[in-house]
């Protein structure tokens, strides 16, 4: 599993699909893009993926983690395959802030919130909380091991979702 | 947006290089009179780079930055983004107040960040326009800067955006500044609306 061992958290970068359990630690830093945070509380492993896209383009390149209807799925087969049950996982979602309030950002930001929650309905996985919207970035920090997810604002008080 | 006529793109960006050039050298004559202090512009990069690595372009991704950001509008749309670490904003504002020490951001910080923003972003596009000897580029308005201080990672995902929504690496026009001979960490970021996948 991916950071075992470390003292930092591996940082998962735009379009990034991580998996780990145990004391792994995973971080990551969004605008308008969106965690999707995965944990199955039986097996007590988690996934994360950051999405910058909503949907897959036609043509583009294939790093499937950038699309929030590509992604999800992949998550999911990679966590069954590790051993989850799928109706014992659930989600959380962090981001999809509208940066600088244009109209194009607020729109991205909703709409990849709107494609996750859609995703994550048609394959019946529930989601559990969600920390988004907003003008502000965040950091989020996610336990694989026991679900625990640190969402930080810039200049507030860091709030557990 | 409407009203654009020229769509900037990674052949047309290099076509533009002798515009940006002048629009750097205007940018840090402005600078100079503004600061009082001798400061050069220069062009760094235009050169498109893969979306990912573009997220480090302004230091560590969750550390805080400030970004002044101008909306472009007219020949062509994007952004004009002035960048720079809390500690050379403050030092910034401290050569223009004369008030010495500041550590948080007020609004007379703000203002004096943003100030030099407008000044800077608009001599950068006038020059730029001027000098780019296409009358398609004859009108770029650039709004008033907006003041952000916000994770790297997130500003820089703001900015790009628009040509993330279409491309998998993103084109972008980086300066660099030297004052006294030494670089400054501040980064002019001009990031143009492009129709190019």
Redesign the interface.
């Known amino acids: 599993m991916a950071g075992i061992g470390n003292n930092l958290p591996r940082f998962v970068n735009m379009g990034d699909i991580v998996i780990g359990n145990g004391e792994d630690r995973f971080s990551t830093v969004l605008g308008s893009c969106i965690a999707i945070m995965m944990f199955d509380p039986t097996q007590k492993l988690g996934a994360m993926a950051h999405i910058l896209l909503p949907h897959r383009r036609a043509s583009g390149d294939d790093k499937i983690g950038k699309y929030a209807d590509v992604a999800i799925p992949e998550m999911l087969e990679q966590l069954v395959k590790k051993g989850c049950t799928l109706r014992k996982i659930w989600a959380k979602l962090a981001g999809g802030a509208a940066m600088f309030n244009a109209s194009s950002s607020f729109l991205i930001g909703e709409r990849n919130l709107a494609a996750a929650r859609e995703v994550l309905d048609k394959i019946s996985v529930p989601v559990l909380a969600t920390h988004c919207g907003g003008t502000k970035g965040r950091r989020a920090l996610f336990y694989p091991g026991s679900g625990k997810i640190i969402i930080t604002i810039n200049g507030e008080p860091e709030v557990e979702i | 947006m409407s009203g654009k006529n020229y769509v900037i793109n990674s052949k047309s960006i290099k076509q533009l290089e002798k515009a940006f050039k002048q629009g750097a050298i205007e940018a840090g004559n402005a600078l100079t009179l503004w600061i009082g202090k001798p400061i050069t512009v220069h062009l760094d990069s235009i050169t498109p780079v893969p979306?990912?690595e573009s997220?480090n372009l302004l230091g560590q991704?969750?550390v805080?930055v400030c970004c002044c950001?101008m909306?472009l509008e007219g020949a062509f749309g994007g952004r004009l983004a002035l960048a720079f670490s809390d500690e050379s904003g403050m030092a910034l504002s401290e050569m223009l107040t004369g008030i010495s020490g500041p550590t948080e951001w007020g609004e007379l910080e703000k203002s004096s960040a943003l100030e030099s923003a407008n000044i800077l972003g608009c001599a950068f596009l006038n020059a730029m326009v001027q000098s780019a000897a296409n009358k398609d580029i004859s009108t770029v308005l650039p709004s008033p800067p907006?003041f952000?201080?916000?994770?790297?990672?997130?500003?820089?995902?703001?900015l790009f955006?628009?040509q993330?929504?279409?491309?998998?690496s993103v084109l972008f026009v980086r300066t660099k500044f030297l004052m006294e001979g030494k670089t400054l960490v501040w980064h002019l970021l001009f990031i143009p609306d492009t129709l190019e996948?």
């Open positions: 979306l990912g997220m991704p969750d805080p950001i909306q907006s952000h201080r916000d994770f790297a990672m997130s500003l820089l995902q703001g955006l628009e993330a929504m279409i491309a998998d996948a």
